[in-house]
């Protein structure tokens, strides 16, 4: 469960929960560590628009954080302030004890100490992996160069591979190239962009884990942009999902995933349907039946006779066969997706919900069916601005 905050009139798909628990205390807690990584009130205005609004967050020593959310949601412009490619229009950018950027200050992406793997991994096509790699070792001798370049072909595991040029390589090795060269001067700060964006499928689920891997044995500290919730859920230390500009929230995975706190949260992490129901009497009525308010997330009293909306994704859900009254709705279409059907059923009501089943069991479109309840965890809601009588 998450902190308690109060009901929020100006955010109408915001969350309401109840007082914090040990659980939730620990859920949303940052990770320890001294902070390496530091926007306060960040904003970056272009004209009429807002890239970044009022951005603040932390980064630990070691930590993998990852900025989630859809095309144009200001992820890739808070990459590029805190590279130092763009210039914040107000607020600070911190990294270790120094101000690169706020006020009259501006350090160049130089001289910030980072360290950046593009999403076409920009090797140089006429180097060989060991010169790619120790390109930006500017200030070792030959000797410390090598040993650190032999070091690093190691920890990506490419040791066989330093004589080759790119075009010799494959995706996946390109990059580990890329990544190893972006880690020879140990930055303080490892910026990904899409790292994963030009690989093919199946390469891509493996290299989350290989880069994973290759972090967190060399110690780094990394900020990942991405619009991938699969990529960012699996690979991050915490999670911030970004929107118009603005974070919406932050925490580690499993917490932002399962306790959103707003609407869009939710609908961007994974399928979410959403049931209107009314609170009454320690009751909620929705479309698939009435069931004890204790059901959901930081139930409160307080909230009787509100409208909600009550947050079910496709396993907390399952339809049966049914007619007459005892049907909620009827089956609009199905998705295979492989050990699994997802199936969408359109309510009675007029709301959708998408329930998923095994293989095995199978329901024809437009069949008549219940829907019922079976999540073995709280569930999140909203309070719902309902519309005034014309």
């Not at 899409?194 to 989350?208: H, K």
């Amino acid at each position: 469960m998450s902190h308690s905050k109060p009901l929020q009139h100006d955010r109408p798909d915001a969350r309401t929960t109840a007082p914090e628990t040990e659980t939730g205390s620990e859920a949303s807690r940052e990770p320890e560590g001294e902070t390496l990584l530091e926007l306060d009130g960040v904003f970056k205005e272009y004209d009429a628009e807002t890239a970044v609004e009022d951005v603040s967050l932390t980064v630990k020593q070691g930590e993998l954080l990852t900025l989630l959310g859809p095309s144009g949601c200001g992820k890739t412009t808070t990459l590029r302030l805190i590279a130092g490619l763009e210039r914040p229009t107000r607020g600070t950018v911190t990294i270790g004890a120094e101000t690169v950027a706020g006020g009259s200050a501006f350090v160049t992406p130089e001289a910030r100490d980072v360290g950046i793997v593009f999403q076409d991994f920009a090797l140089f096509p006429h180097l060989t992996v060991k010169e790619n790699v120790a390109f930006g070792l500017t200030d070792a001798d030959e000797e410390e160069r090598g040993a650190r370049v032999e070091e690093l072909l190691d920890l990506v595991n490419l040791p066989e591979h330093g004589e080759k040029t790119p075009d010799q390589l494959s995706g996946g090795q390109k990059q580990r190239v890329a990544l190893a060269r972006s880690l020879a001067p140990e930055p303080e700060v490892l910026l990904l962009d899409e790292p994963f964006s030009n690989l093919d499928v199946r390469l891509r689920v493996e290299m989350r884990e290989e880069v994973r891997r290759i972090l967190k044995e060399a110690g780094v500290t990394a900020v990942s942009v991405t619009h991938d919730q699969e990529e960012a859920l699996s690979i991050s230390d915490r999670v911030a999902v970004m929107n118009e500009g603005r974070v919406e929230q932050i925490g580690d995975p499993a917490a932002v995933f399962e306790q959103p706190e707003s609407k869009f949260v939710a609908s961007f992490l994974g399928r979410a349907s959403f049931l209107e129901g009314r609170l009454s009497e320690g009751k909620v009525e929705t479309g698939i039946g009435r069931f004890d308010a204790a059901t959901l997330e930081g139930y409160d009293t307080t909230y009787d006779n509100a409208p909600v909306d009550v947050l079910v994704r496709p396993d907390d859900v399952r339809a049966t066969p049914a007619t007459g009254e005892e049907a909620d709705g009827y089956v609009l279409r199905r998705q295979y997706v492989g050990p699994s059907f997802i199936y969408r059923v359109e309510l009675d009501s007029g709301e959708t919900v998408h329930c998923l089943h095994n293989h095995v069991e199978n329901f024809e479109t437009d069949q008549r069916v219940a829907v019922d309840l079976v999540a073995d965890h709280p569930l999140a809601w909203y309070p719902r601005q309902e519309e005034p009588p014309r």
